[in-house]
């Protein structure tokens, strides 16, 4: 009421610069006649007032004769005889304007006919199609225009027919020009009708939306309540907004019933809410529904849809709505929040209810405002707010289920990273155990090996010192060499040939060989583990070992170079060639043999290029397993 208050104060102050050129009419005469005629009449295209009984009674505006319920429906089940109610203004007092005119009426209530006169002229009927007064909650616009002989207006005869048992009420009277007007009846007929239609489309949308959402969750029977709540509540106000009569029997059983279905899916939403049966309520509600869906079927008539019966019906469901809000909000009052909540919309909606009824039956001031029309906005926000609750909480839900689904993934993870720590520290002394295995097996195979054999060629006098000295060296290289292999190298290629050189620079010196070391900042190899080392080392070893055994040479250089695939390792030296095929043939070829084999064992590829200047040879080593050579490296021979 407060929100209606300031809407109007607002539209008020907008057209305060009008009220100069209006009138407002307060006072008229009156005067009521029977018509005698079981139908309303045609309306007749002239009246004069003086041509009328000289009954005319000084009223105050707004008007609204008292009634009686009971005898107004006594009486229209005995007669349907029509009176016709006339209403004289003078517009006397109307300052002169050449602008259109308009009468604008807040409100007049009849069950038949509207027709306006001025000057004694048909001005205003309203409806073009038919007789009846389209709705109470329509306000009066008539566009009186200018007379024909361009008199000023200076009487307006308002003729109001309805029924006998039908007493009428009217609103003060507004005349003036339409500009003036046109302001404070838009404001009415928004308020009154344009946006309670809005909302209650509104209502309908989310109600339908809902209905498709219990097609897919159709368990979930809060969801088809809720459209049953929107479906009802639009028919229940669609005659509020319907901009013709209606006359259909039906519409207007549709209508009133629509009500107490309204009251019914409400009971049944609150029973849902607070979780208690209430059979003894819930059987009277469904069978008042019931008893008054039948009694009131236009077939057989036994409580006839009419505006003198209608409001006793009214009463029985402001007393079912009332009986069904009390009994809610006592059952939901420390059971559901949400069903207090309900219970009290309900309750505000009853009293909405209650104030329509007031008015409509003349026990208020006919200029009130029909504040029913807004149980629409009313109860589409009480369940506009449980459903947000309900979708808040879901969504808290949900947000509850994925932390504690994060919490278990953490933990899962957690375990799974112990799991791969332990399934680690197997693998870590599983590798160790092979590696001891084949540290053992290396040694067996070529430190052991080259010991028996120095030992039996001592113990037959077969080897003479010297050569006893160089076998002994030899062992002692290979077990520095194995044991170098061990050393954590971090994929640093770079720091295996620098240890490489470290432990073969004595051995070289006190051969005579010079060595020239031309090894270059190198790329790191993922792959290089100590299995890998060891296999590079046997290889860069042996191709030493066969330059110091069979080359002659004085000189030797070792240099590194990479590509787009893998690096390089070149030695070469300034001895005397050989015949590369050859000696792979041959089994003095050996070495050669286990030096191409322990380069495919670490994905690598090994070459020799010999002539009359010294030998070349290449070791190709990838940046990841699987690469294959773009190409083999290639140095210059000594002395070039």
């Excluded at 616009?141 to 361009?150: E, V």
């Excluded at 990479?562 to 050996?590: M, P, Y």
Aim: proline fraction near 4%; include cysteine; charge should be neutral.
């Amino acid at each position: 009421m407060a929100l209606l208050v300031a809407i109007a104060a607002y539209f008020s102050a907008t057209d305060a610069e009008h009220e100069s050129a209006v009138l407002h009419m307060v006072r008229a005469d009156w005067q009521e006649e029977d018509a005698d005629a079981p139908r309303f009449s045609p309306l007749p295209l002239a009246a004069d007032s003086k041509a009328l009984p000289h009954a005319w009674q000084p009223v105050e505006l707004p008007r609204a004769l008292p009634i009686a319920l009971l005898r107004q429906a006594e009486g229209s089940a005995s007669t349907g005889a029509t009176r016709i109610t006339w209403l004289r203004i003078s517009a006397r007092e109307l300052p002169a304007t050449s602008a259109p005119l308009a009468l604008y009426g807040a409100r007049i209530k009849t069950d038949g006919p509207i027709a306006v006169y001025a000057n004694g002229r048909l001005a205003y009927r309203a409806q073009v199609q038919g007789l009846l007064w389209n709705s109470t909650r329509t306000p009066l616009w008539a566009l009186l225009g200018k007379t024909p002989d361009g008199a000023p207006l200076d009487e307006i005869l308002l003729r109001i027919e309805h029924r006998q048992t039908v007493q009428v009420a009217v609103s003060s009277l507004w005349l003036g020009p339409v500009e003036a007007l046109e302001v404070r009846h838009r404001m009415r007929q928004w308020l009154q009708q344009d946006l309670p239609a809005m909302l209650s489309a509104a209502f309908m949308a989310v109600g339908v939306f809902a209905l498709f959402v219990w097609f897919k969750r159709s368990h979930e029977t809060g969801y088809l309540l809720f459209f049953n709540l929107a479906i009802t509540s639009f028919l229940r106000s669609l005659h509020f907004y319907v901009a013709v009569p209606i006359a259909n029997d039906w519409f207007a059983w549709l209508t009133v019933n629509s009500l107490f279905w309204l009251v019914a899916v409400v009971h049944f939403a609150l029973r849902q809410l607070h979780g208690r049966r209430l059979g003894w309520l819930t059987f009277a509600v469904v069978a008042w529904t019931v008893l008054i869906g039948v009694l009131t079927l236009p077939g057989p008539a036994i409580l006839r849809n009419t505006p003198q019966v209608t409001p006793l019906i009214y009463i029985g469901a402001a007393l079912m709505g009332v009986t069904v809000a009390l009994v809610g909000g006592i059952s939901a009052w420390k059971r559901s929040s949400e069903g207090r909540l309900v219970a009290v919309g309900i309750g505000a909606c009853v009293l909405l209810g209650v104030s329509d009824w007031l008015l409509q039956n003349n026990f208020v001031s006919p200029e009130g405002w029909y504040l029913g029309a807004y149980t629409n906005a009313v109860t589409f926000s009480v369940f506009g707010v449980l459903m947000y609750r309900r979708y808040v909480n879901a969504i808290a839900e949900v947000e509850r289920v994925n932390a504690g689904l994060a919490e278990r993934l953490q933990a899962r993870e957690a375990e799974l990273e112990r799991s791969h720590q332990r399934l680690r520290e197997v693998e870590k002394l599983q590798t160790i155990s092979d590696e001891r295995q084949r540290l053992m097996q290396d040694m067996h195979d070529g430190l052991g090996s080259s010991l028996i054999s120095a030992i039996r060629s001592v113990e037959s006098g077969g080897m003479s010192d010297d050569k006893v000295s160089q076998v002994l060296k030899s062992c002692l290289d290979d077990l520095k060499l194995t044991i170098d292999s061990m050393e954590p190298l971090e994929d640093d290629l770079l720091l295996l040939l620098a240890t490489l050189r470290y432990r073969l620079g004595p051995r070289l010196e006190s051969s005579g060989v010079a060595l020239q070391w031309n090894v270059q900042e190198l790329p790191a190899l993922e792959w290089l583990d100590p299995t890998s080392a060891l296999h590079i080392l046997r290889i860069v070893q042996e191709s030493i070992a066969n330059i110091l055994r069979h080359t002659l040479a004085t000189e030797i250089r070792v240099a590194t170079a990479t590509d787009a695939s893998g690096v390089h390792v070149t030695i070469e030296d300034n001895g005397q060639g050989f015949d590369v095929e050859k000696a792979l043939r041959e089994a003095g070829g050996r070495g050669m043999n286990n030096q191409q084999r322990r380069a495919q064992v670490v994905g690598g590829d090994v070459s020799w290029r010999s002539g009359a200047q010294g030998t070349l040879f290449t070791l190709w080593l990838p940046l990841v397993r699987g690469a294959q050579p773009a190409g083999a490296g290639s140095a210059a021979p000594l002395g070039a």
